[in-house]
């Protein structure tokens, strides 16, 4: 009788000594669990593809989703055809940078070359909204009472051009000003979306020649 009860306490002890181990086990890595499924939430996090900067410019600060891509090939009073462009009127031209998706890669036709001075503008629409920073571009003589004189960056002004919605009237900042050739383009972009025609504008430097 005294065996059997012996036996019965030693049985009752290695049961508890094995679930006091398990419950230890689990103890030393309390954040095993966790630690395992941020790994994994991880991977998708860092696996992500980074965004087309394109598209970028189309939803972001760059403000050309609203853009009117095509135009009617009428340029503001007072721009000056340039004399000697790199790139002449009819000839063929890569876009080397685009300001919305697909145009970057894209194989332009010059309409129009001109000499002016050219700006990056930030500005509030007029229509509310999110606050446009750094649109590319607007000439010289698309801002309202513009002298001989370029703008600087830092100037204020007020815009008479209308390549998107809220644009036409808004008060801009200058961002950045150059002076080179601005070129009118038409071109089908790679996206497959349709045919834009007389495209206002891309300068000299983001252009190479064709292929």
């Given at each position: 009788m005294m065996k059997k009860w012996m036996m019965g306490i030693i049985a009752l002890l290695t049961a508890f000594s094995l679930t006091a181990c398990g419950a230890a086990s689990e103890d030393a890595n309390p954040d095993e669990a966790e630690n395992n499924q941020t790994?994994?939430?991880?991977?998708?996090?860092?696996?992500?593809?980074?965004p087309n900067k394109e598209e970028e410019a189309e939803t972001g600060h760059g403000g050309h989703g609203d853009m009117d891509h095509s135009g009617s090939g009428e340029v503001p009073e007072g721009l000056k055809e340039a004399e000697n462009p790199t790139y002449e009127v009819g000839s063929k031209a890569k876009i080397e940078e685009g300001h919305m998706g697909g145009m970057?890669?894209?194989?332009?036709?010059?309409?129009?070359?001109?000499?002016?001075t050219v700006?990056?503008?930030?500005?509030?629409?007029?229509?509310g909204?999110?606050?446009?920073?750094?649109?590319k571009w607007v000439v010289?003589?698309?801002?309202?009472?513009?002298?001989?004189q370029p703008y600087e960056p830092g100037d204020e002004v007020t815009l008479e051009a209308e390549h998107m919605a809220g644009m036409g009237s808004a008060k801009a900042e200058i961002d950045t000003a150059e002076q080179t050739t601005v070129y009118m383009i038409d071109f089908t972009p790679t996206d497959g979306s349709d045919k834009v025609t007389n495209h206002q504008w891309v300068t000299e430097a983001e252009l190479s020649p064709a292929e």
């Open positions: 790994e994994e939430q991880g991977t998708d996090q860092t696996g992500t593809e980074e970057e890669g894209a194989e332009a036709t010059i309409v129009g070359a001109y000499d002016t700006y990056a503008v930030s500005y509030d629409p007029t229509t909204g999110e606050r446009v920073e750094k649109h010289h003589e698309e801002i309202k009472d513009a002298g001989e």
